[in-house]
């Protein structure tokens, strides 16, 4: 166990790099995938180790559940025993638990309102509402998708521009883009040298809708016009109509990118290049975090049968 019931906690420092690297050299779904997995594996990983420390630490405080032989020095000697450091997982644990559960019951809530105000509306694919907020947004649901978009900001759209919003708003609700930011969002909560990659993912899976649109209209000036009159008209929009449930990200990089050429797509960066090389490290931290997750879990199985009596 020792020292590597720790390590977890930190390893996420190695995807810092990746992280900003993506967003610039990787294809945005690469990118959005990639930066999801690290952070869920570590975020998992990490706090497997807090609650293996909190166990640890406090093995000895009244009402512990653990055998009486845990207390045999033998058993001690084999672990780590820090109670000042197991004392303080416990509010760490219940910090990570609380803003996870917190995050959850938010995103469950905006998803329930936003369906209750679509309650009187036809079953379509696409929801216009009659309001004069300009917002739009990708609405997943159990029985079916929907765009909703209200007539405030299709006023503002020319015809090719609206064409241009619907295929990035379909093309978040195809790909479940929802279930990345969410995930990264309980990455965050779990770890706050996590948030980098959350930031990253917000942006890489708004990029990654927006190729999308631009392919299935064929004009991405079209698709950077339509997003930067959305942005503009959109600016100051309360976040109670919901206009940032898929988290826009950076406007003027997003249209930079489109103006520009369409990102190549890659399977994997080659290792000898920056973007390359800090995938590697963050692939490097993500395989450690895993392992010392796992080699101190198993540790603490096997030392606590062994020290459990028959």
Known sequence: ?????????????????????????????????????????????????????????????????????????????????????????????????????????????????AHRALAGLPATGVAVLPEAAPYAYALPGRQRDRVVVTTGLLEHLEPAERRALFAHERAHLAAGHHRFLLAVQLAARANPFLRPLRTAVVYTAERWADEEAAQRVGSRRTVASAIGKAALVSRGTPAATLAGFAAPGPVPRRVAALLGPAPAVRCWPSLFTSVGLAAWCAAAGTAASAMSSAN?????VLILYAATPL
């Open 1 to 113: 166990m020792g020292f590597f019931v720790f390590l977890p906690l930190v390893l996420p420092l190695t995807a810092w790099p990746i992280a900003r690297l993506a967003e610039q050299h990787l294809h945005p779904r690469t990118a959005t995938r990639l930066l999801t997995g690290v952070a869920t594996v570590m975020a998992a990983c990490s706090t497997l180790c807090l609650a293996l420390v909190m166990v640890v630490g406090t093995a000895q405080l009244p009402g512990n559940p653990l055998p009486d032989g845990w207390s045999d020095p033998e058993v001690r000697a084999a672990v780590p025993y820090d109670e000042i450091v197991g004392k303080a997982a416990i509010p760490a644990l219940g910090a990570v638990l609380a803003a996870c559960a917190r995050a959850l019951w938010r995103h469950g809530r905006v998803r329930r309102r």
């Open 296 to 300: 101190s879990a198993v540790t603490m």
